[in-house]
């Protein structure tokens, strides 16, 4: 019995059809070459060989091989392995291993488990890498140690130089030096009083006094009036590096520069007096490209020197300390709330 016409009809159209399709494809979608009865599929793409088959896999963005199976993709870049894609990551300061999931503070990277069972280094706030433990009780990582000011003759050194770039900048000249008392976290505790916490990691390193009792919380310290200049002080922690033993130098020896030449600040909230000496600090920091020390200034959350800096910081604007300057000589004291507008 024949095939009905109308399947012959059907099977002469397939046929047709199919033939249309491999004229068509009758050469290489990757290397134009004529197919030969054997084709590959990848796709919607119809190939001589396989070698060009490969050629429109994925290859790992790193060992640059043909990717045949599972793979990496992040960031859009993919991998063939798990050890590519580490090669692209981040070393953790600490641990030395990849960081997949940690945190990236400036320069300085970090895995989540080293931030979580290290200690915080009392002088950089960063987590403490092969830490020592001072007398006191502080924490100070294997960097900040190899750089720490321990003697009241390399501090004074250090305190001097703070001065006169301080000076400098400010065009100003302190009419009496305070003088430099180089002393530990136990003593620094009894001179603050008690300690004000903040979400930043570094505590007090600093305090300004003009009178014999010091009572200020904070991080750097703050100006306080007394009547005798020759009791002046400014007491600093040890063992800091130099870098910050010049900045927390700085930043207080700008209270005393307040205290002596713009005495209409007086009665001033205290965010306006840690915000213009932040602004000298950051000053500093910006000069001797201090990048973390810099980095702790402007993420600072304390409302009086984190809130107080932000502020000053935008009323400075691109002018800097002329501005600044103009704003202490001009501004309403009264009228200034006892917060830093945010």
């Given amino acids: 019995m024949g095939i009905p016409l109308s ?11 199919a033939t249309a399709a491999i004229a068509r494809s009758s050469r290489c979608d ?13 796709g919607d793409k119809t190939l001589c060989s396989q070698e060009c088959g490969n050629q429109l896999r994925p290859k790992c ?51 989540e488990e080293c931030v979580k069972k290290q200690p915080t280094c009392f002088s950089c706030g960063l987590p ?8 006191d009780g502080r924490e100070i990582c294997i960097g900040c140690m190899r750089w720490a000011v321990t003697t009241q003759e390399v501090a ?15 065009s100003l000249k302190h009419a009496s030096v305070p003088e430099l008392v180089l002393v530990d976290r136990t003593k620094m505790d009894e001179l603050s009083n008690t300690i004000r916490k903040s979400d930043s990691p570094v505590s007090v390193r600093g305090l300004y006094s003009r009178q ?25 922690v040890d ?21 002596e030449h713009f005495p209409r600040l007086e009665k001033a909230p205290p965010w306006v007096h840690e915000g213009i000496c932040q602004q000298a600090a950051a000053e500093l920091c910006r000069r001797r490209n201090y990048v973390d020390t810099l980095y702790h200034i402007e993420e600072c959350t304390d409302p009086d020197y984190g809130d107080g800096f932000r502020y000053l910081k935008k009323v400075s604007g691109f002018q800097g300390w002329p501005a600044l300057r103009r704003w202490m000589e001009t501004v309403d004291v009264d009228a200034l709330p006892e917060a830093a507008p945010k």
């Fill in 7 to 17: 399947r012959r009809w059907f099977a002469a159209a397939a046929f047709c059809a």
């Fill in 30 to 42: 990757v290397c134009g070459k004529q197919l030969s009865r054997q084709a590959w599929i990848y």
């Fill in 61 to 111: 963005s790193v060992c640059k091989k043909t990717i045949r199976e599972k793979y990496t993709k992040a960031e859009g870049r993919i991998f063939c392995s798990t050890a590519c894609f580490h090669t692209t990551l981040p070393k953790c300061e600490i641990c030395k291993k990849p960081v997949e999931t940690g945190f990236t503070i400036t320069r300085h990277h970090y895995c």
């Fill in 128 to 135: 403490a890498a092969h830490p020592t433990r001072l007398k």
């Fill in 156 to 170: 004074q050194k250090h305190y001097d130089r703070a001065r006169r770039q301080l000076e400098a900048w400010t």
């Fill in 212 to 236: 014999t009792t010091v009572a200020k919380r904070g991080l750097f310290g703050i100006w306080k009036k007394a009547p005798e200049p020759d009791r002046e002080k400014i007491y600093l």
């Fill in 239 to 259: 063992h800091l590096t130099d870098e910050v033993f010049r900045v927390a130098a700085t930043h207080e020896l700008m209270h005393d520069l307040i205290h």
